[in-house]
């Protein structure tokens, strides 16, 4: 529960750090912190990995985006560090990669000067990944990251996965333990919903990308439909909905304020 709760804090923090109103973020961590579905990444031990790497990529991301701001190698190394310790913590935090790199490019304005800068991150994620295949290979998340698994089952999957990122935010639409036939469907749609977004609204389109990323690792995850696999992609689900909030209050103000003229 403690690193829940710094986990949550650092979400406001790295949300208001990533250009967001300082409301958003707020919201955000709080939303973060109340999720339905974080019953078992947040009550059982042995899922202690899931929070634990977000707080390692949350504290990566604003190393580096300091890095970004203020270019000095004690950011790089404590931001290499933060990534190292995090991919080690669950193979999934290799989802920062995208962020990280959605982020230099919004600081350069192209890809050719945001490239260069992603090149320790990705060597030393890479590095730390065969690692972890090489000295540890009977590791849960080794295990489920290499098990053959059919293209078609691992899409359909991780649909499931983001169709659960709705379903089972913050109210239980589906038993918690069973899979719907449906929400391969709803994952479709989120999907479609996220594309959108991407395109539309500028502020979230790092969070898009984190949902995206930190979902798909788990493609070859075993077909039970685990809360805990939902853990690390909730945080910009939390995000989304925050926005969402504040723009609903900021319309319903707007209207009160047209009546009462």
Same mark, same amino acid.
């Given at each position: 529960i403690a690193v829940h709760t710094v986990a949550s804090v650092l979400l406001a923090v790295i949300a208001s750090r990533l250009r967001l109103q300082p409301q958003v973020a707020l919201a955000a961590g709080v939303l973060f912190f109340l999720q339905a579905g974080h019953f078992r990444a947040v009550h059982w031990v042995s899922a202690l990995a899931y929070p634990l790497a977000f707080v390692l990529v949350a504290v990566s991301l604003l190393c580096f985006a300091e890095h970004l701001r203020r270019p000095s190698w004690r950011w790089l190394g404590t931001t290499c560090l933060a990534v190292?310790? !995090? %991919?080690?913590?669950?193979?999934? !935090? %290799?989802a920062v990669l995208p962020v990280s790199f959605l982020l230099a490019r919004q600081h350069y304005?192209?890809?050719r000067q945001a490239l260069p800068s992603m090149l320790p991150l990705c060597g030393l994620a890479t590095i730390t990944v065969l690692a972890l295949v090489i000295f540890y290979p009977e590791s849960p998340q080794v295990v489920q990251a290499l098990e053959e698994t059919a293209a078609i089952a691992s899409a359909f999957y991780v649909l499931t996965l983001l169709g659960r990122l709705v379903t089972t935010a913050h109210w239980f639409f589906v038993p918690p333990y069973e899979s719907q036939p449906w929400e391969i469907l709803t994952g479709l749609v989120f999907i479609c919903v996220l594309i959108g977004v991407f395109r539309h609204v500028a502020e979230l389109r790092l969070?898009?990308?984190?949902?995206?990323a930190a979902t798909v690792p788990f493609a070859t995850s075993s077909p039970e439909v685990a809360s805990r696999y939902l853990y690390l992609p909730s945080a910009g689900i939390s995000v989304l909905f925050a926005w969402c909030l504040e723009r609903a209050a900021s319309c319903l103000l707007y209207t009160s304020d047209a009546a009462d003229e």
């Open positions: 190292i310790l !995090a %991919v080690l913590s669950h193979v999934a !935090a %290799v304005g192209n890809v969070w898009v990308v984190w949902i995206v």
